[in-house]
């Protein structure tokens, strides 16, 4: 009997009959044999997609940004609808592994890896469009405050669109050394158990030589804490800045204050139906579904439904401010141009996907069922892109001048530049699930004898006794 | 460091490795080290090993970023090139937090992150002496040191009675050298003691 015990009241997190070597084995198995087919056919596609997607960078740094549709009226277009999606979708994975560490969320061990994971890669495609919608690139780096030759002439440090720069890099560099940190011992797992001399010396070199000492465990924890306590302010900086590079404007249906929570729980609640379409197909391929567990997903559709009614409430909010604050430009923007209008279609897909459809999740039934849970986060991530659409275009193709008022459709390249980011993340998330512990191996070994699902068959007798009872049964236990 | 005598007892479970570590150190053995496949919650403390003190290093490095980030924006603005931006303030305090938060944030985990690995010796192309394969899978290696005061049968007869199994001697490196995992170890490290 274990010293930590849990209620039996609370689902387990670990089904099935499981020992510490049996984690192991299921987990790192995958890892050490062929890929199916399945994975080659989706990794060729996803390779394909990222050339086309390089192909159509070249095309607009070859030609000049006016290959994309964007003019004067709309100078943001799919490129910054695209960086704040793929931001937004980062942040369930830093959510997942911070957040929830610091609440003590034992479910979080199934899914934070691959949810880390998701995060890095989300962020790498995000970091694409700002830096390739500077139109000349290879000026990209005026963006850093570096002593130079003209004048020198610094960086305005007033500028949201700065504090994006700072924003952006630091959360990837932390996210991926909290990443980085997590996957150092299950690495060491890989390489102790290699039959292999090529995967003995790679898993080597990744692993930096960790061995299990109980003192490098111990600062490991300390570490992990501490960075879970940092990513979590950061992880809410971070859209809070992306949403100052539009409510620090002057443009109406940007200027808001409602904008900073409203973008980070819409970006918990795509970035959530990110982890759930990535884990249902993982979990099937890799036959995870002891580890990831209709609990979990249960879990994580609990949190889409609330971030996803924060949402509705923000939208709401909007349209109630619009009317209220009396500002004929704004009541405009939202009444005219965004419920209705040319581009008024777009508005209501967001409302359908994000507001409407989620609140299935509020049925225990739904929110346990599968093939549900996979189509809602689809229709979530298509809701999300067109929050952002709505966001940047209606508030734009409507300015206050008439004569200046334009519609927008995206270019090839822009497609392609879209589609191009979608290929470098799953290129990256095949590698990642053929080559990658997708669960953190030593952090389910370290819930298992709590929660796991063979270890509390037997406890039901335990429920009815006090404290002292139990600790009187263990200590006469362990005299023996 | 330096290569020394050991013997190695393997644990199957947490629960027999705990008051093991308790004999050992009544017993007064010199323990080495315990390593374990996941961080077991409380085996510091009974191990006797005093708290890290990696937050404090966080904390300095977190306000190392603070002041830097500050104290250059403030540079830039006023004494570097004062220059007006639509009459704005050239110290706006306000619009410095972001970027004066992600610094701290920055700092903190890359400082943290290189101390915990300086501290742990981590590295790509370090390489540690495994006592036991399974040592990051499912048993609990138990190391304890042979000084010239100890007797290694005696060590062993103790290491089974207190309940590990696999109960071996190994002669090793203690530290960390450069090396690759495919290779064996060099000749001096990990020779056994009675091959």
Known sequence: ???????????????????????????????????????????????????????????????????????????????????????????????????????????????????????????????????????????????????????????????????????????????????????????????????????????????????????????????????????????????????????????????????????????????FAMVQTLLIITRKILHLEEYITLGHMEAMNKVIVLTGSVVGCAYLTELFMAWYGANPYEFATFFKYRAAGPLGWSYWIMMTCNVITPQVFWFRKMRRNVMVTFVMSIIVNIGMWFERFVIICTSLYRDYLPSSWSY????????????????????????????????????????????????????????????????????????? | MAVKNFVVGLFDDEAVLFPAVKKVRTAGYKLHDVYTPFPVHGLDHAMGLRETSLHTAGFIYGITGTTTALSFMSWVFNVDWPLNIGGKPHFPLPAFIPITFELTVLFAAVGMVMTFCYLCQLMPGVKKHIFHPRQTDDKFVMVIELTEKTNAEEVKRFLNEAGAHDINEQRAEAGWWYGRFDQADEDIHARPVNA
């Not at chain 1, 490129?79 to 942040?91: A, K, L, Q």
């Not at chain 1, 694409?128 to 005026?142: A, E, L, Y």
């Not at chain 1, 991926?176 to 997590?182: A, N, V």
Request: hydrophobic share 45%; glycine share 10%.
């Open chain 1, 408 to 480: 927008y459709r995206p270019s090839w390249p822009e497609v392609g530049f879209y589609m191009g980011t979608f290929g470098l993340f799953f290129t990256c998330y095949f590698l990642f699930a053929k080559y990658f512990p997708v669960i953190a191996v030593a952090e389910i070994k370290s819930i298992l004898k709590t929660s796991g699902e063979n270890f509390k068959e037997g406890m039901e007798k335990y429920e009815g006794e006090t404290a002292e009872q139990f600790a009187h049964a263990v200590h006469h236990e362990h005299a023996h």
């Open chain 1, 1 to 271: 009997m274990s010293l930590k015990y849990e209620s039996t009241l609370r689902e387990p997190l670990v089904d099935g009959v499981k020992d510490y070597h049996q984690v192991t084995e299921d987990i790192i198995s995958p890892i050490e044999g062929k890929p199916g087919k399945l994975w080659y056919v989706g990794f060729l596609i996803s390779l394909s997609l990222l050339g086309f997607g390089a192909f159509s960078v070249f095309w607009q740094i070859y030609f000049g940004v006016g290959v994309w549709n964007l003019n004067k009226t709309i100078g943001w277009g799919w490129d910054i609808t695209n960086f704040v999606w793929w931001v937004g979708i980062g942040h369930a994975g830093t959510l997942i592994s911070a957040i929830l560490l610091l609440f003590r969320q034992g479910w979080r061990t199934g899914v934070n890896r691959a949810a880390e994971a998701m995060t890095i890669f989300a962020v790498m495609c995000a970091g694409q469009f700002p830096i390739i919608h500077m139109g000349r690139v290879w000026m990209g780096f005026f963006i850093l405050p570096y002593p130079n030759t003209r004048g020198p002439v610094w960086v305005n440090f007033n500028s949201p669109l700065l504090w994006d720069v700072f924003a952006i890099s630091t959360y990837f560099t932390v996210s991926l050394l909290f990443w980085y940190s997590g996957l150092i011992p299950d690495f060491a797992t890989i390489r102790d158990r290699a039959k292999t001399k090529l995967r003995k010396l790679l898993y080597g070199v990744a692993s930096f030589g960790w061995t299990g000492s109980t003192k490098h465990w111990q600062r490991h924890e300390a570490l992990s804490l501490v960075l879970a306590g940092l990513s979590t302010p950061l992880v809410l900086s971070v859209h809070t800045i992306v949403s100052f590079d539009f409510a620090t404007s002057v443009i109406p249906g940007w200027h808001t204050t409602i904008f900073p929570p409203y973008f980070v729980a819409g970006a918990i609640f795509s970035g």
